[in-house]
């Protein structure tokens, strides 16, 4: 980030997310030509899940952009974006039932869901200050290396966070499998699609976890070697 390693470890890690986020696109656009049997939207998908398991208190509504799906806890609201919330194929009934597994965490207190969001302030507060912190710590590490201790506990922080969001996505994922297969509501071949394009999804995060926990490794060899100076 500040110095060659950390610059050579941030470049490494955006072409594999750049490389990630690509497939990721691709497979979204593949599968979306792949249109469901049962004619249902991802808006209908999403509502059916969420009465399936007795939620009658979270709206889903369409929201701008592309790949912007997510669950709000503080409104709870399933947020569709317009190419999943309108659309009748297998990428959109995995993305859409993908949020929906969200608001079963949310609704069945699933603890990693609960310390993830236990951890929000924290993470933003981090995230505000980390880099400042960091860039401080780098330049004085020879005259002062205790900032850069603060600045790797801050960004601790942030890659707990990332590691903690990983079993919150990938649970989410098997939720939404789990009840289009238990339920039939996609075909076998649409259920293939709808897997595929969740793995991708959540192969994003995983390499974002991965670049969080090299980034911390390396400004924690770069202190202890200042330490032992």
């Known amino acids: 980030m500040f110095d060659t390693g950390s610059m050579i470890i941030a470049g490494v890690?955006?072409?594999?997310?750049?490389?990630?986020?690509?497939?990721?696109?691709?497979?979204?656009?593949?599968?979306?030509?792949?249109?469901?049997?049962?004619?249902?939207?991802?808006?209908?998908?999403?509502?059916?899940?969420?009465?399936?398991h007795g939620i009658f208190d979270v709206r889903v509504i369409s929201t701008a952009g592309r790949l912007t799906d997510h669950y709000n806890p503080a409104d709870k609201t399933v947020?569709?974006?317009?190419?999943?919330?309108?659309?009748?194929?297998?990428?959109?009934?995995?993305?859409?039932?993908?949020?929906?597994?969200?608001?079963?965490?949310?609704?069945?207190?699933y603890s990693w869901l609960t310390m993830r969001s236990k951890m929000v302030p924290a993470v933003q507060i981090s995230s505000n200050l980390v880099q400042w912190v960091l860039l401080g710590g780098m330049l004085m590490i020879n005259t002062f290396p205790a900032l850069l201790l603060i600045g790797i506990l801050l960004f601790a922080v942030t890659t707990i966070f990332s590691?903690?969001?990983?079993?919150?996505?990938?649970?989410a994922s098997n939720r939404a499998l789990a009840w289009l297969k238990?339920?039939?509501?996609?075909?076998?071949?649409?259920?293939?699609?709808?897997?595929?394009?969740?793995?991708?999804?959540?192969?994003?995060?995983?390499?974002?976890?991965?670049?969080?926990?090299a980034t911390l490794l390396y400004y924690v060899m770069r202190y202890l070697g200042a330490s032992r100076d």
């Open 13 to 52: 890690m955006m072409l594999i997310s750049w490389l990630v986020s690509n497939r990721l696109k691709s497979k979204f656009e593949f599968y979306s030509k792949v249109h469901l049997r049962n004619g249902m939207s991802g808006a209908e998908i999403a509502e059916k899940m969420l009465h399936d």
């Open 79 to 109: 947020n569709l974006s317009e190419a999943v919330y309108n659309q009748r194929n297998a990428a959109a009934a995995a993305v859409a039932a993908h949020e929906c597994g969200h608001a079963v965490q949310h609704a069945q207190a």
């Open 163 to 171: 590691i903690i969001t990983l079993p919150v996505e990938y649970d």
């Open 182 to 213: 238990n339920k039939n509501m996609v075909s076998q071949q649409e259920y293939a699609g709808a897997e595929d394009s969740l793995k991708w999804a959540a192969r994003t995060y995983l390499v974002a976890a991965i670049g969080s926990i």
